[in-house]
């Protein structure tokens, strides 16, 4: 015997409860467009509206389908009537923190739903009923999805609302970490935020699937940057860029190294290593790599004082030793510090 998915379910309890009359056929269909049956990956009241021309006005369009759903469906059936609805419901409540992806696998996995449906219809559909009230559907910046994300996103998270806050709290610290140190082990910020640990898949999804960030695995650990925040690696990188277009890959790799032994890294935080540095380089989205040097697709920044009188001092010289700096810049009456 076949086992019903739940549009199955759905269409059978509807065919069995409606009045036959003219109306019914398109009843039917609004309420299973609403739940995410009928290839509308964001469905709303007032697409179903427009959809099956009910509602008069354009200030209240959703009052009438809203009507249709709750007269012939959420008034009449019990959730003893719908099993499997219960149990996907029940997937989800235990889920509390997923990718739409991977509610979408387990439920086809289990054959619950059919191969095309919405993710946003099925939270219609199960909020409707009362289950799952506490869910959203959450971007890869922890916002909430609109018809718009659904497009433009790689990547959707379906979680308890009650959990968001907490969870966008710890991303932001997340995505804030390697700032200071340039390239970060995700290792280093769980052992740092034990607390957070529980994030840890979610957010590793989350990393992988941003424009905004450079991800790698290096022997079985994590590193990341985040390249539209603040970084003292890119901030280097604008200001090299005064003085070359171009350099090779080892050279800058060592300059940037030696930029960030000038202070001590913050604890629970470790500096990038000089190979860890090299792949950046060859793979950032601000650097061009012709297999020798890097060419920097940043603009510069401004440099200070004692940076200009550096370069000019160094320009067109071979190898210079710290005291002859050092006693250039006191002549130029820079203090020891």
């Known amino acids: 015997m076949k086992v ?39 469905p709303t009241l007032e697409d179903a509206a427009i959809k099956f021309e009910v509602g008069e006005s354009e200030n209240r369009r959703s009052e009438r389908p809203r009507q ?23 997937i989800v409540e235990s889920a509390e ?35 799952c009230r506490d869910f959203d559907i959450y971007t890869n910046k922890l916002l909430h999805a609109s018809r718009a994300s659904v497009e433009s996103e790689k990547n959707l998270y379906l979680l ?8 966008k709290a710890a991303l932001k610290k997340l995505l804030v970490y390697p700032g200071l140190v340039g390239i970060a082990s995700l290792r280093s910020f769980f052992e740092k935020h034990e607390a957070y640990l529980a994030y840890k898949r979610i957010f590793l999804d989350v990393l992988r699937s941003r424009d905004d960030v450079w991800i790698s695995n290096v022997d079985g650990r994590y ?62 989205r601000f650097t061009e790599y ?13 440099l200070r004082d004692i940076e200009k009188d ?9 190898t210079i030793g710290f005291v002859g700096i050092k006693e250039f810049l006191e002549k130029k009456g820079y203090s020891k510090p």
């Open 97 to 131: 923190c997923s990718t739409s992806d991977e509610i979408k696998e387990i439920l086809l996995d289990k054959k619950l739903v059919p191969e095309n449906f919405s993710i946003k219809g099925l939270l219609n559909l199960l909020q409707q009923l009362g289950l």
């Open 223 to 284: 590193y990341y940057i985040v390249e539209e925040r603040d970084n003292t690696l890119i901030n280097n990188l604008e200001k090299i860029k005064n003085i070359a277009d171009a350099v090779g890959v080892e050279k800058l790799s060592v300059v940037l190294l030696n930029a960030f032994k000038q202070r001590t890294p913050p604890k629970g935080n470790e500096y990038p290593s000089l190979e860890l540095i090299g792949k950046y380089l060859k793979s950032s």
């Open 4 to 42: 019903m998915h739940i549009e199955e379910e759905l269409l059978n309890f509807l065919h069995d409860s409606i009045r036959e009359n003219d109306k019914k056929y398109r009843d039917i269909q609004l309420i299973l467009f609403f739940f995410g049956f009928r290839d509308e990956p964001w």
């Open 290 to 302: 012709n297999g020798n040097a890097v060419s920097l697709n940043v603009s510069p920044t401004p």
């Open 160 to 167: 308890r609302a009650s959990k968001a806050s907490e969870i």
């Open 68 to 90: 249709i759903i709750k007269n012939k469906f959420t008034s009449k059936v019990s959730l003893s009537e719908l099993p499997r609805v219960c149990e996907v419901a029940s």
């Open 310 to 318: 550096v370069a000019r001092y160094m320009q067109d010289k071979g």
